[in-house]
């Protein structure tokens, strides 16, 4: 099962509407011009897609989101003006999008 098919199944407007984010989220991330954080953008979709054919737990989803996003924090601080900026929206979107609103709906 895919993470997508997984939101899609709770068959709400608010999970269709993240899914949407979650997506978006991870496009942006890839397209970014920081190899850090095209890295860390498919370590986001690789955990999801863990979590939602069962390899992983929601805890263990949640300490590997948590720590994505400390790590990609810590790292802004090292990156070049131009890719902080993509750096900062993929934690935003961790802690905003996976953190705190996919795990309500789980």
């Known amino acids: 099962m895919s993470w997508q098919e997984l939101i899609d199944g709770m068959k709400n407007d608010a999970a269709t ?10 496009k942006s991330g890839k397209e970014d011009t920081s190899d850090f954080t095209k890295k860390q953008a498919i370590k986001v979709e690789r955990y999801l897609i863990e979590f939602a ?18 790590l ?18 993929l934690a935003d979107g961790i802690r905003d999008i ?5 795990f309500q709906l789980l």
Do not use: P
């Not at 509407?17 to 991870?26: D, N, P």
């Open 17 to 26: 509407l993240l899914k949407s984010e979650i997506e978006q989220m991870l």
């Open 53 to 70: 054919s069962g390899a992983i737990a929601k805890e263990q989803l949640s300490e590997n989101m948590k720590d994505l996003e400390s």
């Open 72 to 89: 990609t924090r810590m790292q802004i601080n090292k990156l070049s003006v131009t890719e902080k900026a993509g750096a900062q929206r």
């Open 98 to 102: 996976i953190i705190k609103r996919l």
